[in-house]
């Protein structure tokens, strides 16, 4: 089973699912959680061949939302459905398994992606992390400084870095099969069928991964869906607008918890 994390106790409000993206992990997500635990049970996830959980040989969605729904067979029992929120490739994984397994969800948040197939992908940012001579590192600074060159983006470097254990000189990241995954995990797998529950899908205003071209497919798929966006917020936008990001999911949850 995937490694996963818990914050706060359960209450009489539905428990949140945190499905994190490509090179990310529940830790990542540790400041959103504790925030929003305030009123629910948070359970993060590190997915596979990310963080503490199994390695595997493949990164396809439909692999990925089967680990999903592992977590939430052993969980749903004890705390009922879940609101499961996903970002980027969490939130992939989190469409398709609401798309398999809708029981299981309370309701489905989507940080920032689409049920598309994008053209762009990130294996060069593999290729800067297998590059390092982790040999050589002793403290996180000194791998930001080695992978300026070829990662000039700070935040990128940051956030990547936090897959980093310099004392055991190693990633917490599979990455010869996240690169050979790649066309997966860039891709949408072909489904059948829609999710009729409630959907949210908030992406960052100044973002490229989710345009309005997308609607129509993420209508077919999810008909209930609603759409918002955060000004000022790119990708990554529960870093880099955290308390718009929480309000937003927070205000969504709170709604669907209310209905009859």
């Known amino acids: 089973m995937l490694n996963f994390t818990t914050t706060g106790t359960a209450t009489d409000m539905a428990p949140l699912l945190i499905v994190h993206g490509l090179f990310g992990s529940a830790r990542n997500w540790g ?3 504790k925030r929003l635990s305030d009123q629910r049970l948070v ?25 999903l729904e592992q977590v939430l067979d052993h969980l ?8 499961v929120l996903g970002h980027s490739m969490g939130g992939k994984a989190a469409m398709v398994l609401a798309l398999t397994r809708p029981d299981l969800l309370k309701s489905l948040i989507v940080a920032d992606i689409s049920p598309v197939v994008y053209d762009h992908d990130n294996t060069h940012l593999i290729h800067a992390m ?7 590192i002793e403290r996180r600074s000194e791998a930001d400084a080695a992978l300026e060159h070829d990662i000039p983006n700070a935040g ?13 000189k190693k990633w917490l990241l599979n990455l010869d099969v996240l690169e050979a995954e790649m066309p997966k995990i860039v891709g949408f797998p072909e489904v059948s069928g829609s999710y009729s529950g ?11 991964y989710v345009s309005r071209d ?6 077919s798929l999810f008909p209930n869906a609603k759409f918002a966006s955060i000004p000022g917020t790119g ?8 308390r718009e990001f929480e309000a937003a999911c927070r205000a969504w949850m709170t709604a669907i918890d209310a209905r009859p």
């Open 130 to 136: 297998r590059d390092l001579d982790l040999a050589q």
């Open 198 to 208: 409630s959907a949210f899908f908030v992406s960052g205003g100044e973002s490229t």
């Open 43 to 67: 359970v993060s996830v590190d997915m596979r061949n990310h963080g503490d959980s199994p390695r595997h040989t493949t990164q396809s969605y439909p692999d990925m939302a089967a680990d």
């Open 31 to 33: 400041v959103i959680s």
């Open 235 to 242: 990708h990554w936008l529960h870093a880099e607008k955290p």
């Open 214 to 219: 997308h609607r129509p497919t993420t209508k």
């Open 76 to 83: 749903t029992p004890i705390h009922g459905a879940f609101h």
């Open 156 to 168: 990128v470097r940051a956030f990547l870095l936090q897959s980093l254990v310099t004392k055991e």
